[in-house]
């Protein structure tokens, strides 16, 4: 039915429908996690001197994800916690005020470590930044490096990723949304254009009872 047609008999319309789509599935983000850990042993010569530090919320399992890999690879496991970044962001007092997340450093902390640092999605680089500033105030690391999932592109820093489960192309208006078991109960990857499902939510919500989006 065209746009005119719904205008004209709107009790038939059919609400536009959110934009949501997967781009990653569980044996992809799998198979990219797997990549990931062999690329950091490759790069640092084995695990000895890796510490993981996943950054909350979704950074966390992946970081631990990628930790049980290596343990399997090399026989050998790497340190591996989190830190959080909350009050090291550049958008206090801008946004929202956030939950303060857990920081946990390994016992032998991270001083001459290579520190490979893992999240959900790469984006503007802020959260990145926040987490070497978080860094510099628990140790000097030997190294840091970065570990994402997914690189959406749109940085406003210069901040790049050492390893990448997926480069996805993105436009700003789009929004990248990871799913976890750990949390969401489901391995998944969505792009979401934001501005379609604003609109879908709002002809849901003046949709007549019974039609749903
Ligand atoms: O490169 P950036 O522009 O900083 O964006 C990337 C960050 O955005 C997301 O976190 P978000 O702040 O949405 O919170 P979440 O961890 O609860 O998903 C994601 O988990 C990254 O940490
Ligand atoms: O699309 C985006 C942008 C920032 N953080 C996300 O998790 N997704």
Known sequence: MSPAQS?????????????????LDASDISRALTRIAHEILERNRGADPVVLLGIP???VPLAQRVSARIQAVEGQSVPTGSLDVTMYRDDIGLKPPRGLEHTDIPADGIDGKVVVLVD???FSGRTIRAALDALGDIGRPRAVQL???????HRELPIRADYVGKNLPTSLVERV?????EFDGEDAV???DRAADKAADKAADKAPTGVKA
């Open 190 to 192: 969505l792009i979401a």
């Open 147 to 153: 570990a994402v999932l997914v690189d959406r592109g």
């Open 7 to 23: 205008a004209e008999h709107p009790e038939t319309a059919q609400p536009p429908k959110r934009s949501s789509r997967e781009v």
């Open 120 to 122: 959900d999605v790469l």
């Open 57 to 59: 919320s979704r950074g």
């Open 177 to 181: 949304t990871v799913h976890l078991t």
